[in-house]
């Protein structure tokens, strides 16, 4: 579908990469894979048509939709979240519209004349093109979009410009989603969603029928979906027959293959210098030092494998002793105006515990934080910290309070105490500030680099209760995994409030889940846990379904969310499907074959009856029309098998509940 051959993209001296050829096949999922910086989101921007390469070709076959969501900087207003969304349908608005139009025209001609007649055949066609377009399906797959990523009808009518940035960007991916386009490009999709929408759009991907490029540090979407890796690094790119956890494993093994051959080419390189170096000056070794010489020169160098950026061995200040007993929340209360967050809560963290809070945005978990912390006061309740309890708590709003005037360097050594100083250097190359980066003022990063500053700040403070506000937003995965051990390792108390399911999986061993208008829950598991029991619980109406969208199809079907049960329940349909509907669909296909191989048949003889050659030749007529007639009975047969195959394939579908 996609050709990318020799592409280079390179901005002044630094090359992002170069000779980068490859393709792109139809329903191929593809992961693109890199620190921050490496060239992942530019060669997307490329194919998207956003940004010319430096040199190189991309090519799609003529009439290929290529979709793109870029990670942030979409902002629409003055048309309400239906009209948007309803907008990508464009071709059938545009055949509805004609239609209308030349109906309210054809009111005002003759009906004997023959404009009104060529109007009427007109206003025919047209209809036939919009019948196939399915305009029935149009309003469901609208819904069922907008509900899968977490609106509600009531937002179906309210102005987009009244949505903040993430809202934004799921108006956006609805639009693609409902537009269907043959390639879809995401940039980081899953930046702005909880982790039930989440689930839903790992759902509706899987079922996509178009090829998907897709940039994302949320490995688990990356290994469930993606089938093939391309990874960017040091201006090169290399593919992987496989996903993210294949490519991590690949490349090690690849590193060192390369490490060895590297050395054993140096071992013989240095053998052949020496022999030069020692017999150079002798004469009768001349033709042999020449030899050498001429084989040195032949040699095509391995390069020298590059090291891993980031520095793994992190580990978190040995925080204060602390009580058994970290921070308690007692019949807590807490509304803005009419909205009440949460009524009669009880809370309890103890030391040790590492929880995961989740739920959907405005539920409640940054007030929860605020209230955890003591930097906001409840309506009624109390909160009571433990005995020598030492906060640290980094949220996004952090980062704002940095000294632009500062170096980056001077900004982590001003926050770190005595022991962990030492550590600062090291601790910013973990978080993607590498080389001269570290002296460069806090005033010109950034948002992403700010937010990475202010965490690294609160990683060097000694505390013992640990509250992190989205810490992975703008973190690679070797900057992930540096700080998903560092916690995991931590002895401290720890909330996290993230997305990021397998970087919480790891680490939280409780979940406590928010919802608009509802009490929080605490699940005693990691988020897979806590997934499963709500699973369990959607059918007796605990928690609101969530639908999967079928891409194509007319009609919404139920999420399973137990993974499991979802295995299970996809091998069953499909064993069914072979079973019953298999054999009628081969049968069918073969059918259509033999009918179109009749009725080509059947021309190429009529038109030699009718010719003079047949006419003048008796016995050949009668030959020819005996053969046109025996096809002729072959056709009508085969027709009317077409006919019951048809609907006894429509039965076996409404059996199993397939829809068209």
């Known amino acids: 579908m996609i050709s990318v051959q020799s592409l280079r993209v390179e901005f002044g001296a630094r090359v992002l990469f170069n000779d980068l050829s490859f393709s792109v096949q139809p329903r191929e999922r593809i992961a693109f894979a890199g620190h921050n910086g490496a060239g992942k989101s530019t060669l997307m921007k490329c194919i998207a048509g956003i940004q010319p390469p430096s040199s190189g070709l991309i090519s799609a076959p003529k009439g290929t939709r290529i979709g793109y969501l870029p990670q942030e900087g979409i902002h629409v207003r003055g048309r309400t979240l239906w009209q948007e ?79 903040s940035g993430g809202w934004q960007m799921r108006i956006a991916m609805a639009k693609l989603f409902l537009q269907e386009p043959e390639v879809l490009l995401l940039d980081e999709p899953t930046n702005h969603l909880d982790i039930g929408t989440q689930v839903w759009v790992e759902q509706y991907l899987i079922n996509y029928p178009g090829a998907i490029l897709l940039i994302s540090h949320d490995r688990g979407l990356l290994d469930t979906l993606c089938t093939r ?94 009580g058994h007993m970290v921070a308690k929340l007692d019949g807590v209360t807490k ?148 700080l998903q051990r560092a916690l995991t390792d931590y002895p401290g108390s720890v909330l996290i409030v993230s997305h990021n399911r397998s970087f919480l999986d790891e680490l939280v061993t409780k979940t406590l889940e928010f919802r608009p208008s509802e009490q929080p829950r605490l699940f005693s598991g990691n988020i897979t846990y806590y997934l499963d029991k709500i699973a369990e619980d959607t059918p007796r109406g605990n928690v609101p379904a969530v639908t999967k969208v079928v891409s194509g199809s007319k009609a919404a079907v139920p999420v399973i969310r137990n993974r499991k049960d979802q295995r299970r329940q996809d091998a069953e349909a499909r064993e069914m499907r072979n079973k019953l509907l298999k054999p009628l669909e081969n049968e069918l296909e073969a059918l259509e074959s033999k009918i179109a191989q009749l009725e080509a048949a059947q021309v190429t003889l009529t038109a030699a009856l009718s010719s003079e050659v047949t006419a003048a030749d008796p016995d050949k007529l009668r030959e020819t029309s005996n053969a046109v007639s025996n096809i002729t009975t072959a056709l009508e047969n085969s027709y009317s098998r077409w006919g019951e195959l048809s609907d006894e394939i429509e039965k076996v579908k409404r059996k199993l509940g397939i829809e068209e």
């Open 85 to 163: 969304t309803e907008s990508a349908f464009g071709e059938t608005l545009a055949l509805r519209e004609k239609i209308d139009r030349l109906s309210r025209e054809l009111h005002h001609l003759d009906p004997r004349s023959s404009p009104y007649a060529e109007m009427l055949e007109e206003i025919g066609g047209l209809e036939l093109q919009l019948d196939a377009t399915d305009p029935a399906r149009m309003k469901p797959k609208i819904e069922s979009v907008l509900k899968g990523l977490g609106f509600r009808e009531k937002d179906f009518a309210r102005d987009c410009s009244e949505f």
């Open 335 to 482: 509304s803005y105006g009419p909205l009440n967050v949460f009524s009669g809560f009880d809370f309890e963290i103890n030391k040790g515990e590492k929880i995961a809070i989740v739920g959907p945005n405005g539920a409640g978990k940054s007030t929860f934080c605020r209230i955890i912390t003591a930097q906001e006061t409840p309506d009624a309740g109390s909160h009571t910290f433990g005995h020598k309890v030492a906060t640290s708590f980094f949220s996004q709003n952090h980062s704002d309070e940095l000294d632009p005037t500062l170096t980056v360097l001077e900004t982590v050594e001003a926050a770190a105490s005595r022991e962990s100083a030492p550590h600062a250097r090291n601790l910013l190359g973990c978080f993607l500030f590498r080389g001269d980066d570290v002296f460069k003022k806090v005033g010109v990063l950034s948002g992403g680099e700010r937010s990475r500053v202010a965490l690294v700040c609160m990683l060097l403070r000694p505390a013992n209760f640990l509250i992190l506000d989205e810490p992975t937003n703008h973190l690679d995965m070797q900057s992930q995994d540096v």
């Open 229 to 322: 890796t391309i990874a960017f690094a040091n201006g090169r790119a290399e593919e992987y027959a496989g996903n993210f956890s294949y490519f991590e494993r690949e490349s090690v093994l690849r590193k060192e293959i390369q490490l060895k051959q590297y050395e054993s080419q140096q071992r013989e390189i240095g053998e052949i210098q020496r022999f030069i170096d020692r017999f150079r000056a002798s004469a009768n070794k001349a033709t042999l030092v020449q030899s050498r010489i001429k084989m040195l020169a032949k040699i095509e160098r391995i390069p020298q494998p590059e090291r891993d950026d980031a520095v793994m061995n992190f580990k978190f200040p040995p925080p204060p002793n602390s």
